[in-house]
């Protein structure tokens, strides 16, 4: 995605867009109006409205584009939608009727990758849809989530883990100089992680604390629903904290004055002498306002629950009183329109759907009265309640429905009506998401020997890593479970056997497959499996030294695997702790049947089978740049100007890639190839064992990277006993050699800024010589004898010192080794 959002907006008048799905979430971006904050917007499934959300979520693609600084995307789970039919639709709710954004079928909405139904021009709706009559069901989700199984109890208020607590340490990671005040670890890693340093630099001005948390609220903590992000008690008793006006009685805290900044609407009437107006404030914070923005748990103060939650003077002494709050939920619902707040019955139904709604929405029982839910969860000599014999009545549907199973439904979404809290809360007082989730089971269950954490399922280059470690251990007799972690991997998912996260047992000794810039949200949103267990992680990076958001990961790891000597350097300026060069197994057996597969290579592609047939490989994720089919291209162009040569580039996820450098240079890249016969782009996820027979029939594979943390590509074509042209530095060093390949001589140099998504101050990469790649590339192509020789070596190398057997030996002989020394230490 480039500049195109500024394009449409000014050849059709729009502000809005829906792009699609994304990673499971349905996104798209919503313009805000001059002088007001971000849009409001619904989703609905046919005539029912399902979800709201702000459009304030941050994108870079937008930021370029030049809207509203970037920050004006939405995004909406589809994981929730029950129905595989029917038609999904956005709306933005900033007029006096909602208007359509875009559409996309609920089945479309489900798949890998979905694009929406676009409107047929600025401020059209769809026939037969009028979201202005659409219905919203109050009680939709909370009737799903009672309807589903109660999930697993739940234990009492977490007390962070030493591994969690890094988290909230109030001192910078990568420095070790305490943060401004209310900041902690996470802030400044998220810092660093998105790149704000330069837009938040609250060295030179430490009032940015108070705007960088802005935009954690406004714009990262949207992106992360339904997942929470961690807010330490300091950050969220200064965000609750109220401003005082001087002369008004009624405060509102600094998190509702930042969001009433944006709403032009409430802003204009504001009367602190008018209690209509102050309740309508606190009313839209809490209900509306803290729960798009995922903070309804810890920044609605204890002060405007009291008053919500208070009765006015005709409600007091009724059967089902209402609150402040309730009255204004009847009020705003049309499915509550028939219910009178005047009558018992009208009453006792508004309470009744509230109640409903808590299922989904556990705040809504703040402002509940303690007797109204007593009355409706008594239950009779059956066990049945009030509550679930209006269940039956609403569905037909005969279902017991005990004070129990209602419980455990509020457990499962995060609160204890026991307690009347929100779990998610630790007990030293932070906000972090983990506290709501089970415990590990850290006492009476055998402990396995080895856990390895990572995307088991992931058909990417670190789910790879992750299954080739497995394969490892598989050879070595320890007991071994597999965790699959998934959070923020977007690749496609494969079929692979794994241990869910919520049923892993202890282990002795944890391999954690994620990457530094990953690390802190694993523990920030999963519970902490590796209490106990010494902690090994193996991460890759290619520059030549850390990004700053590695720091906080270095704080929570006991040591360091990596796949090569570049692995090893990176870290060990900047890790305290023991870094060990592990190597990867490879699983790639020799091809059986190199006549055939080249065949295939010919069929696929259309080359000639008398040239000279070359393949690259790579993810478009992995960045465009770092991967250099640009430079890749050029040399090629330059070997063989007559032709006879012909190379395919394939990749993945190529038009998943929104980044606009990125797309800049695959726009050249397409300048160059289209139209000439040496070159082939084929973008396509393919299963490994297609990708694998496809790279057995190419005369040679070529990688003109400029980092590598290990280079999957290079070693398994080697494994196949293809010849392989690479660049001469960086992570295929561990494998690759002057007598197993052609490598190609490159100078250190620094990243453009946009080249790469972290670049640390003093990181480099490599430029490969494109001389040297011309002159290799001809004596690659001139010399069969040569490639089948170096092929052989390489096959012969690759198969004895990265085979499961050989890398099985080198991880049982250093989990041993700890395992041996935790037992002294215990003793």
């Keep these: 995605m480039t500049l195109w959002p500024r394009i449409l907006r000014r050849l059709t008048g729009r502000r809005d867009h829906l792009d699609g799905v994304q990673g499971g979430r349905l996104c798209g971006w919503a313009l805000p109006r001059p002088g007001n904050g971000p849009v409001p917007v619904a989703l609905y499934a046919g005539t029912q409205r399902i979800a709201d959300a702000l459009a304030c979520q941050f994108r870079t693609d937008l930021r370029d584009a030049g809207l509203a600084g970037g920050a004006c995307g939405f995004s909406f789970s589809t994981g929730h939608i029950e129905t595989n039919t029917g038609v999904l639709r956005v709306c933005r709710l900033d007029g006096k009727r909602p208007v359509e954004i875009g559409q996309i079928h609920v089945k479309e909405a489900r798949g890998a990758e979905a694009r929406p139904t676009p409107r047929s021009g600025p401020g059209t709706r769809r026939p037969g849809f009028s979201p202005a009559r659409a219905v919203y069901d109050p009680m939709g989700p909370g009737l799903a989530a009672l309807r589903a199984p109660p999930p697993p109890a739940q234990g009492g208020i977490a007390r962070l883990t030493p591994r969690q607590a890094h988290l909230f340490d109030p001192t910078d990671p990568a420095t070790g100089q305490l943060l401004p005040d209310p900041l902690c670890a996470y802030m400044a890693h998220l810092r660093t992680r998105h790149r704000l340093e330069a837009q938040f630099d609250w060295d030179a001005a430490p009032e940015d604390a108070a705007h960088v948390l802005n935009w954690m609220l406004a714009g990262y903590a949207p992106m992360r629903a339904p997942l929470r992000v961690p807010l330490s008690k300091r950050m969220i008793q200064w965000l609750n904290t109220p401003v005082v006006v001087p002369g008004q009685r009624t405060n509102l805290s600094r998190a509702t004055w930042a969001a009433l900044m944006g709403v032009p609407h409430l802003r204009q009437g504001m009367d602190f002498g008018n209690p209509d107006w102050v309740d309508s404030v606190l009313y839209w914070w809490a209900i509306h306002q803290a729960r798009a923005l995922g903070v309804e748990d810890c920044l609605v103060p204890d002060a405007c629950v009291t008053r919500l939650a208070g009765l006015p003077l005709e409600q007091e002494g009724q059967d089902f009183p209402l609150t402040r709050a309730l009255i204004r939920w009847q009020a705003e619902t049309p499915g509550l329109a028939r219910a009178d707040p005047a009558t018992t019955a009208g009453q006792r139904q508004i309470t009744l759907a509230a109640m409903i709604r808590a299922a989904d929405r556990p705040d809504t029982l703040r402002y509940l009265p303690w007797a109204s839910i007593e009355t409706l969860l008594e239950e009779t000599a059956g066990g049945q309640t009030p509550l679930g014999a209006h269940l039956t009545t609403l569905d037909g549907h005969a279902r017991l429905l005990s004070r129990a199973d209602y419980v455990a439904c509020l457990k499962g979404r995060g609160y204890d009506l026991e307690a009347r809290r929100f779990m998610s809360r630790t007990g030293e007082g932070h906000r972090l998401h983990a506290a709501a989730l089970p415990a590990p089971a850290l006492h009476g269950t055998p402990r396995a020997d080895v856990q390895v954490i990572g995307p088991v399922t992931k058909a ?78 193996y991460m890759f990076w290619e520059l030549t030294r850390p990004a700053a ?56 592609t259309g080359f000639d089978a008398g040239s000279f047939l070359c393949m690259a490989s790579f993810d478009s994720f992995s960045f465009v740049q770092r991967k250099n089919p640009l430079g890749l291209i050029r040399a090629f162009r330059d070997a063989f100007p007559q032709g006879g040569a012909q190379l395919l580039l394939k990749t993945q996820n190529r038009t998943r890639v929104s980044d606009p450098a990125q797309r800049a240079v695959w726009a050249e890249i397409d300048a160059l190839t289209t139209g000439d016969p040496r070159f082939e782009i084929l973008d396509e996820t393919m299963t490994r064992d297609a990708l694998l027979t496809l790279t057995a029939g190419a005369d040679a594979y070529l990688s003109l990277h400029r980092a590598e943390g290990w280079g999957f590509g290079m070693i398994e074509a080697m494994a196949l006993g293809v010849p392989v042209l690479a660049t001469g530095m960086s992570g295929n060093l561990a494998y690759s050699d002057d007598t197993t390949a052609w490598l190609v001589p490159a100078q250190e140099v620094a990243p453009a800024p946009q080249d790469y998504m972290f670049t640390p101050e003093g990181g480099l990469w490599g430029d490969p010589d494109h001389n040297a790649a011309v002159t290799l590339l001809r004596r690659m192509a001139e010399a069969p004898a040569l490639r089948a020789q170096k092929a052989q070596a390489a096959q012969a190398r690759v198969l004895r010192a990265f085979s499961p057997e050989a890398i099985g030996r080198r991880y049982a002989t250093r989990i041993d080794t700890v395992l041996r020394q935790a037992k002294v230490t215990a003793a």
């Design 549 to 604: 958001c590695h720091a906080l990961a270095l704080r929570m790891v006991d040591e360091i695997w990596a796949a090569s000597d570049h692995g090893r350097a990176i870290y060990a300026d900047h890790f305290d702790g023991p870094i060990r060069v592990m190597g990867l197994a490879g699983d790639v057996t020799p091809c059986t049947d190199p006549l055939g597969a080249r065949a295939g290579f010919v069929a696929r």
């Design 460 to 537: 990417s280059g670190l789910g790879q890593a992750t299954r080739a470690s497995l394969a490892a251990l598989a050879t070595t007799g320890l007991k071994v479970q597999a965790v699959n972690v998934t959070l923020d991997n977007p690749a496609p998912e494969i079929d692979m056997p794994h241990t869910p996260i919520t049923e892993a047992r202890p282990a002795r000794f944890t391999l954690l497959h994620l990457n530094a810039e990953s690390i802190p949200l694993f523990f920030a949103h999963a519970p902490d499996i590796t209490q106990g267990s010494y902690l090994a992680a």
